[in-house]
């Protein structure tokens, strides 16, 4: 019996659409398309949808994830101020958020409250400047702000799948997708549905506790055949400048006293060099007694793209919706990722002209 054409979003061991156990085998648990698998209603042929989107993405040059499978790492705030730094260097970026439960660019790009309008054309993103727009499940469903989004594993794909055929992103060079924590429904979708991915840029912090799950989204690339562009190791440790601190006097066993003007002036006094603007206090937050990103990356034969550190200064930017780059407040953290967003950058090109040459060398009678 024809078993039919494997789904690319299908779980591993997928006993085919058409087979007598479809959508009711131990290895159908958790597959997206498990539901019309099992009532018969599964598609009989290729999915009428990758035609459309890969219409669309015509006109997007590079595709870049970020993900990690840990929450609460930094990934989405990376994602930002990622796009930020593009915009900046005067690129065409598109950002999407594909994190349908908890999707945070609205607020790290200063765009809470914003709606998406559709013409013929498609839906429309929206933009932070000319060059940077954004699309988020916020932006389709402003009135639900706040209400949380009860949604199954087949929504949540066909939202997707929206974002991907319908959004009309006009000629862009980066499209950076930002993702949920985790290899489920959502990753399985773009890296199924996004055909010609440059990579994913995988976040993580520092101690094992986190790297248990990051070294999972690592083989989920490998798996689904997405190049791994690199490892960053967030939240490496905390740095701000002396005069940014608050000293407390620890008074009995149960009070404190705040006695931070006293040790200003005490250094003031005493060695003012430490309060000049290119002095910082770094001290290890989060323990990195493992090896840290840099020893899991390798271990597993990917690229270690660099740290930055835990930088208050880069928290309120991502508060407040801003780049990070603007200024010079977050001279600790801005450095950092310009550094690794440049690496990125060159790995991108690197692979842009190789590909180039394969194809000169292909075409060469």
């Not at 290895?27 to 209603?41: F, L, M």
């Not at 949380?148 to 929206?162: D, E, F, S, T, V």
Request: glycine share 10%.
């Amino acid at each position: 019996m024809d078993k039919g054409e494997i789904p690319e979003d299908a779980n591993e061991h997928c006993p085919g659409p058409q087979a007598e156990t479809a959508g009711k085998s131990e290895a159908c648990a958790g597959c997206p398309n498990q539901e019309v698998c099992a009532t018969g209603t599964a598609p009989k042929g290729p999915d009428p949808d990758l035609v459309a989107i890969a219409e669309r993405m015509t006109t997007v040059k590079h595709k870049i994830l970020v993900l990690s499978c840990k929450g609460g790492v930094g990934k989405s705030t990376f994602s930002a101020q990622l796009s930020f730094a593009l915009a900046g260097m005067d690129h065409q970026v598109g950002l999407m958020d594909i994190d349908i439960c908890g999707p945070s660019m609205p607020k790290m790009l200063g765009l809470e409250g914003q709606c998406s309008h559709k013409s013929n054309f498609g839906w429309s993103p929206v933009y932070v400047e000319d060059n940077l727009g954004v699309m988020s499940i916020s932006f389709m469903f402003p009135e639900c702000d706040g209400e949380p989004a009860i949604w199954r594993g087949p929504r949540k794909n066909g939202l997707i799948k929206q974002f991907l055929k319908d959004v009309y992103w006009r000629d862009i060079d980066y499209l950076v997708v930002d993702t949920p924590p985790g290899t489920s429904d959502e990753h399985i979708t773009i890296a199924s549905c996004l055909a010609g991915i440059d990579g994913a840029i995988i976040v993580t912090t520092p101690q094992e506790v986190a790297m248990v799950d990051v070294r999972k989204g690592v083989n989920f690339c490998k798996k689904k055949g997405v190049n791994v562009l690199g490892v960053v190791e967030n939240m490496s440790g905390l740095a701000q400048p002396l005069s940014d601190f608050k000293f407390m006097k620890k008074l009995g066993s149960s009070s404190v006293v705040d006695v931070t003007e006293d040790m200003i002036s005490c250094v003031r006094e005493n060695g003012p060099e430490l309060l000049l603007d290119d002095v910082y206090v770094w001290s290890q937050v989060l323990d990195s007694s493992g090896g840290g990103a840099e020893r899991m990356c390798e271990e597993m034969g990917v690229p270690f793209l660099g740290k930055v550190p835990l930088d208050p200064q880069l928290c309120r930017a991502a508060e407040r919706g801003k780049s990070c780059f603007e200024g010079n407040k977050c001279s600790v953290s801005a450095p950092a990722l310009k550094s690794i967003i440049e690496k990125v950058i060159a790995s991108i090109n690197i692979k842009e002209d190789l590909q180039s040459t394969d194809g000169e060398k292909k075409e060469t009678p």
